[in-house]
């Protein structure tokens, strides 16, 4: 089996036991990468500082312990770096880089992780096809002519092809879950809280979560292992209930899973529906009852989150203004002149407009006919989860309506894109845990994904879970015509 072809937790047992060194994965990942430049999915390659990095590390050497050392990895490009350009995939940022790390990025230094470039999403995290970068849009390793998902895109086409083994993403309505179903890997959405926002360049504050990109749950676990935790930077971030990984043992005898009936409904594709319920016969076979049940509120979680998620990057946006750092426009004559032309030439369309739509929702006139109603909207479907897990331990619902658009499709029309993201924001929404698994392909050959999702805290039930499917099948061990042979 090919290096490419390893899990995360395979590779770093491989490093460990002396089959390979972290120099050698990291020029296995490199090579990868030279291969499949067609994918774009970095943003920066910082392939001399990973060789240089890899060959620093030696067997007992700090952080040796964590079962990911020396696997090479990739961070979404909008998770600071230290001395690596960090863009969110914009104009405006320009050369930036960062004078220190991500809270997560430290975590993973100091267990050994070797980064391998910054990658490739939609601008400032704004998109669900990974088609709004300044960089140009990623596609997707099963099919070149289709999408990856967003807005980790990159993330999720760069472990599916085996150019990286594991990512960290972001994601505020489904940012890591719908990247990993269009690309066949898995992804998890931590708890609100779980993980901390330091360094995190922010979209929705009350939304945004860092969480990692993988082959297999139990290799997301090792990485929430390491980035987990109380972080004082973060005021939102939790004391951390770990470890993960030895806990996961695959079993689900007596686990009560309820499928949402709002989320089988007419806008859902065949194939995709058929493969998510073959998913929960799955779990069943190994002991969970599974039942269908109804969750109206489900019906409101687009428009809450889009006015919600709006209305704050219309804040945090706010920060861009070519005086501090990022790109300037020329030949300004004022402030007022600076500001307004840096900011209508250094932002993307799909950002202008998210940012026009969240002052328009925070505006006098309309505050209390959009804002304040999404955040009763956001407050009834958490109640609805809270009604919902008294009843069950883990809901299983699609990560998407259908298998990856083809390029172009979707940017053309936003509303269809945002509808994309039906089953994955009520889960940002209501700050809890969600997990994208693969669970078979539809007839093009394209990945299905599956979404596990738990009570706040309930993290390690949804890796349980995902990891007892994965026990059962090989879909995520399947990897685009070869892998390499792209």
Partial sequence: MEWSAYTALELGTAIKEGALSPAQAVQAGLDAAGRHTHLNSFITLAG?????????????GAGAESPLYGVPMGVKDNICTKGIKTTCASMILGDFAPPYDAAAVERLNQAG???LGKLNMDEFAMGSTTETSYYGPVRNPWDPGRVP???????????????????IGSDTGGSIRQPAAFCGVTGMKPTYGAVSRYGLIAYASSLDQVGPIARSAADCA?????????????????????????????????????LPGQCFGDGLNKEVRAAVLAAAEILKSRGARVEEFSMPMLDYGVPAYYIIACAEASSNLARFDGVKYGWRAEGCQDLTELYTKTRTQGFGPEVKRRILLGTFVLSAGYYDAYYKKALQAKALIKSAFDLAFQTYDLLLTPVTPTTAPKLGETLSDPLQMYLSDVYTVPVNLAGLPGLSMPC?????????GAQLIGPLLGDLPV????????????????????????
């Fill in 48 to 60: 001399t500082r990973a060789l240089e990095r890899a060959q620093q590390l030696r067997p007992g």
């Fill in 113 to 115: 992780a070797v980064c």
């Fill in 149 to 167: 998902g967003g807005s980790s895109g990159g993330a999720a086409a760069a472990v599916a092809a085996g150019e990286i083994w594991y990512a």
């Fill in 222 to 258: 090792a990485v929430l292992d390491v980035i987990a935790g109380r972080d004082r930077r973060d005021s939102t971030s939790l004391e951390y209930a770990g470890p993960l990984l030895p806990r996961l043992t695959g079993e689900v005898r007596g686990m009560r899973i309820g």
């Fill in 440 to 448: 078979g392909f539809d007839s093009r050959g394209l990945p299905i």
């Fill in 463 to 486: 890796l349980n879970a995902a990891h007892a499917f994965q026990l059962e099948t090989d879909y995520h061990r399947r990897m685009p015509k070869g892998g390499d042979a792209l």
